[in-house]
């Protein structure tokens, strides 16, 4: 965590300083695969009830946003892909980043249980303390197990739009989570193979600094192998249909020969090219959940409309 002292304000906070705290694009993906979870969901909702649902999940993932660059002021400030944000850029001081973070943590959890549930608003404080706490002040500095523990967090929001929707958690939900669960450690193993001298440089202890990129490479053909049967099984379940299954097997046959690719190549091989077959599988994987969660929703429309 960085210290106050640290910033120099030269310039007024403007809006978009306090919301570039909440990590938009991240929260984008969060709000669009709690949408889905809450949407396939086999209880249908008031459309009033599903847009809080939605707008306080969204909420609660700004707040986590905001809490994770409070704490990571200091790794922020010396990676050159984050050392523009807010707090390390001197627009917005820690104690204004903390004190964002809390309020809108407790108005997201306290509204998404009025709102929905009781079992809903737990499951987001959860996720938001798992996000804060356990992996940005426990997990990201510790181990290099980092992101497969900590992506957790960012699995949790189509679980919480289907117990938003039913009020329980099943098979349907699990998968799901497990979906985002899986992509997370070779999405961001990637990055990390171009980006290892960032990590290295603030001291955040990525597989790629501590094992080196041959091992990532490694774990992240291992990771995908994994990953591609059990997002293939959603489209057997329930919320699954004939589009779903089209995309999983297309999308993640891509994936599997991208982490082959990354598995064969070197070091030579890798910084000859700029890293760019690593920089193609980073892109795709972006596309990847989208996609995935853009299938369910098409299925759940279909069933709407009686086709399947």
């Known amino acids: 965590m960085t210290d106050a002292t640290m910033i120099d304000r030269d310039d007024e906070a403007q809006f978009g300083d306090y919301f570039a705290l909440l990590k938009p694009r991240v929260m984008s993906l969060v709000v669009f695969t709690a949408f889905v979870g809450l949407m396939v969901a086999p209880v249908q909702v008031h459309p009033m ?58 108005l997201a959890v306290v509204m998404l249980a009025l709102s929905t549930n009781l079992v809903a608003g737990a499951l987001l404080a959860f996720t938001i303390f798992f996000y804060a706490v356990i992996y940005s002040m426990w997990l990201k ?21 289907w117990v938003a929707a039913t009020g329980s958690v099943s098979l349907e939900a699990v998968l799901m989570f497990t979906l985002i669960f899986m992509w997370t450690p070779p999405h961001f193993w990637a990055l990390a193979l171009f980006l290892k001298k960032d990590y290295n440089n603030a001291g955040v202890p990525m597989l790629t600094v501590t094992h080196g990129r041959r091992v990532t490479r490694a774990h992240i053909l291992a990771y995908t192998v994994i990953l591609a049967p059990l997002a293939v099984w959603l489209g057997f379940t329930q919320i699954g249909g ?27 091989m890798a910084e000859g090219d700029s890293y760019k077959t690593e920089k193609a599988f980073f892109q795709f994987s972006l596309l990847y959940l989208f996609l995935h969660f853009l299938a369910l929703l098409a299925d759940a429309a279909l069933r709407g409309f009686g086709v399947i």
Not at 51 to 59: E, S
Not at 242 to 251: C, E, K, M, N, S
């Open 49 to 106: 009830i599903g847009f809080c649902a939605v707008l306080f999940i969204a909420v609660g993932a700004g707040a986590s946003g905001a809490l994770n660059m409070w704490w990571d002021a200091d790794i922020d400030a010396v990676m050159n892909r984050t050392r523009k944000r807010p707090i390390p850029a001197g627009k917005v001081t820690p104690q204004e980043a903390l004190g964002l973070g809390l309020g809108l943590s407790g």
């Open 141 to 161: 500095r510790s181990t290099p197990h980092n992101i497969v523990i900590g992506g957790a967090a960012g699995a949790f929001p189509p679980m919480i739009g």
């Open 242 to 268: 004939p589009v779903y299954l089209t995309v999983a097997v297309l999308a993640n046959a891509w994936f599997v020969k991208g982490a082959v690719d990354i598995f064969r190549r070197d070091e030579t």
